[in-house]
């Protein structure tokens, strides 16, 4: 296809620097296609703008940024806006990203420029694009929101913690079922949440481009484990992971380290908090790496990687970056949803705490078997997952959308939720 389209992404933020999963399939996929197309972000301006809008504009991708502060989610304020959320019907992350100042911005841009496909780069930015007259939209899901609401209501034990995410549940559920249902087209990344889409949100168009690796930047990794390193990545500004520390502080290492006092476990993320800062001083053997530039290294010198999520949608980028350096993981079943990859035989499948923590010490004192394991799931994700092939994938998915095409969703997601 040799014709240029001009892509249009509204997102909270820019997608760089590349710390966080969502920024990273972003970035790995509309680099690759500004080779080709004309891409525009309009964003919220946030302290890392200039440097994202300089190191994108590099690549062929141009900024549009607003002036708005995404309000943080700390301190009495925060409290405050999630109090006068009960009175309105729109979930609270709807109405904190969804900032006037950014639909006014759409709005000017819509105007002067040509558009060939607008593109919310999440379900929660849909209600921006909703009235555009014109160009098609497409909604990219990161993640079916209320799913992950779902999970939340499921293992909170606060009753009324528990009542008010029972609320923002409903409300997501009802505002992605119009979402959905109204957008020209969804693109999900795994086909578990491609059929969600379909069938309980009444998405008509749903594509699936998973998330994935560039193959040759994990290839470079000269591993160097110690069998007694445990690695935890992902960031700490995400409820789910702060879940899965809290799980992996509590219950899981605690067991670990009793059995083998040299245990060390690794928690490497973005913007954690005091309060985990001042927990893990407290904690012998943990250590806490926060914002680092580069996760290879710890890639390189760990001999596991675990990933205790009880809550999540989408897929684990993590997963597949752990595995695609040669590391072996041991996940839960929500960690390790939305990837085709074989329980036994590309990573050690474990659930409860206890199972989690009886795998970690398989690990640690039998080695042999686990990176064995490692080494089939790195030529798997290596053919399977590269960002190459995927934002090809993208690329006709826009072509079709672009073209109001009606029968792309069988010839492009059947075929690709089936490799």
Known sequence: MSRTLHVAIIASELPY?????????????TSRLAKRHKITFIA????????????????????????????????????????????SSSPYSVASHASPELKAAVRTFSRGDRVDLWQAETSTLFDLLDDLDGAPKLIMAHNVESLIWKRYHETESNRLKKWYIGRQWEKF????????????????????????????????SVDVVDNGIDRSYFERIQRNPDPKT???????DWRPNLDAV??????????????????????????????????????????????APDVRPFLASSGIMVVPLRIGGGSRL????????????ISTPIGAEGLELVPGRHFTLADAPLEIADALLRAIQQPAPFRAQAEEARRFVGARY??????????RVW???????????????????RS
């Open 173 to 204: 559920e009802r505002f992605e079922k119009r979402a959905f249902s109204r957008s020209s087209r969804v693109v999900a990344v795994s086909a578990d949440d491609a059929r969600m889409i379909r069938e309980e949100f009444g998405g008509g």
């Open 44 to 87: 919220h301006r946030n302290d890392e703008a200039a440097e994202a809008k300089e190191f994108l504009h590099g690549h062929g991708i141009e900024s549009v940024l607003v002036d708005h502060e995404v309000p943080a989610k700390s301190g009495p304020s925060f409290y405050c806006r999630l109090a006068a959320n009960l009175l």
């Open 399 to 417: 072509f079709a959308t672009a073209d109001g095409d009606a029968i792309a969703r069988s010839t492009v997601s059947t075929k690709d939720e």
């Open 230 to 236: 445990i690695l935890f990545v992902g960031g700490f």
């Open 386 to 395: 590269d960002w190459d092939d995927l934002s090809e994938r993208l690329e």
């Open 17 to 29: 620097p590349p710390n966080a999963g969502n920024r990273i399939r972003t970035l790995s996929l």
């Open 246 to 291: 809290a799980l992996l502080l509590d219950q899981i290492y605690p067991v670990v380290r009793l059995r083998e006092p040299e245990a060390r476990l690794l928690l490497v993320g973005r913007r954690p908090s005091e309060a985990l800062a001042a927990r893990v001083r407290e904690c012998p053997g943990v250590e806490l790496h926060a914002d």
């Open 318 to 329: 993590k997963i597949l970056e752990g595995l695609a350096a040669g590391l072996p993981v």
